[in-house]
């Protein structure tokens, strides 16, 4: 299994963006799904994004229209663009192949 570390979180005000980085210490070419969860204080975790080994995609509807998810195979990353941030989408942000996790990067937008 790969190892998946997660950063590019922090501060944000509303209306801001971050985009988050997930990199694995292996190919990520021959894995089906990769996703981009998250957890609030005092809430399950939820699904935010998930893409493909074919680069399909699919959004949480809290988050469609404002965050994208990608990959980039050669560079075994995946990354989440969060765009127009709102204060309910602070939480810790943890980057999954459904088979392992990374350590999560907290993002917090406040004024």
């Known amino acids: 299994q790969v190892q998946l570390v997660e950063s590019g979180g922090g501060l944000v005000q509303p209306g801001g963006s971050l985009r988050l980085s997930c990199a694995a210490s292996g190919s990520i070419f021959s894995i089906n799904r990769m996703a981009w969860y998250r957890q609030a204080p005092g809430k399950q975790r939820e699904l935010v994004a998930v893409?493909?080994?074919?680069?399909?995609?699919n959004y949480a509807d809290s988050v469609k229209g404002r965050f994208t998810i990608s990959r980039d195979n050669a560079r075994n990353t995946v990354y989440l663009q969060m765009n127009s941030l709102k204060p309910e989408d602070t939480a810790v942000y943890y980057c999954s192949t459904f088979a392992s996790w990374g350590q999560g990067t907290q993002v917090t937008v406040s004024s």
């Open positions: 893409i493909t080994s074919g680069g399909n995609t």
